[in-house]
């Protein structure tokens, strides 16, 4: 599947959150979205990023931002990285790698040498109208919130 862009339409998802209730794209309908993907719960990586995004979750929801993390982790993985790292936000188990895939955020990566399919890290920032405002490929995974705000122009 090709990619969204900035100015296409977001692609549609649903999915359980970490506590099994079902999240989708029409839940933030008339709201700004910071959509970002990543690997796995709990790894050095990952947690920089949410931990990033957790720091400036108020500054960011003064904005207008909601914010919702999505990975092929389960809902029980999901609500134990939420509780030890005290997230304000919800994240989508996408096990079946359906929205991963609509994002085109999941494909072929390198490693060492090695290639095998993983997830994209990757942020999408979707506007109140359900297009695509902004893409962020490489994240900045100890800055990823002030990377957010300087690229929206956020004080």
Same mark, same amino acid.
Request: with cysteine; charged share 35%.
């Given at each position: 599947?090709?990619?969204?862009?900035?100015?296409?339409?977001?692609?549609?998802?649903?999915?359980?959150?970490?506590?099994?209730?079902?999240? &989708?794209?029409?839940?933030?309908?008339?709201?700004?979205?910071?959509?970002?993907?990543?690997?796995?719960?709990?790894?050095?990586?990952?947690?920089?990023?949410?931990?990033?995004?957790?720091?400036?979750?108020? &500054?960011?929801?003064?904005?207008?931002?909601?914010?919702?993390?999505?990975?092929?982790?389960?809902? +029980?993985?999901?609500?134990?990285?939420?509780?030890?790292?005290?997230?304000?936000?919800?994240?989508?188990?996408?096990?079946?790698?359906?929205?991963?895939?609509?994002?085109?955020?999941?494909?072929?990566?390198?490693?060492?040498?090695?290639?095998?399919?993983?997830?994209?890290? &990757?942020?999408?920032?979707?506007?109140?109208?359900?297009?695509?405002?902004?893409?962020?490929?490489?994240?900045?995974?100890?800055?990823?919130?002030?990377?957010? +705000?300087?690229?929206?122009?956020?004080?």
């Amino acid at each position: 599947m090709a990619r969204p862009k900035k100015g296409d339409k977001a692609p549609h998802f649903e999915g359980p959150n970490e506590k099994g209730e079902t999240v &989708s794209l029409s839940d933030f309908k008339g709201k700004k979205l910071i959509l970002f993907f990543y690997p796995k719960d709990d790894t050095p990586g990952c947690t920089a990023a949410a931990c990033s995004l957790r720091d400036d979750y108020e &500054s960011l929801r003064e904005q207008g931002f909601e914010l919702l993390g999505v990975s092929p982790d389960s809902p +029980k993985k999901h609500s134990k990285f939420i509780d030890k790292y005290n997230f304000p936000f919800s994240l989508l188990a996408d096990e079946e790698k359906n929205t991963l895939k609509a994002y085109g955020a999941w494909g072929k990566k390198k490693f060492m040498g090695r290639e095998y399919d993983g997830v994209l890290r &990757s942020t999408f920032i979707i506007d109140e109208k359900g297009e695509i405002a902004e893409v962020i490929d490489k994240v900045k995974t100890k800055t990823h919130a002030q990377q957010i +705000k300087e690229l929206m122009e956020l004080s």
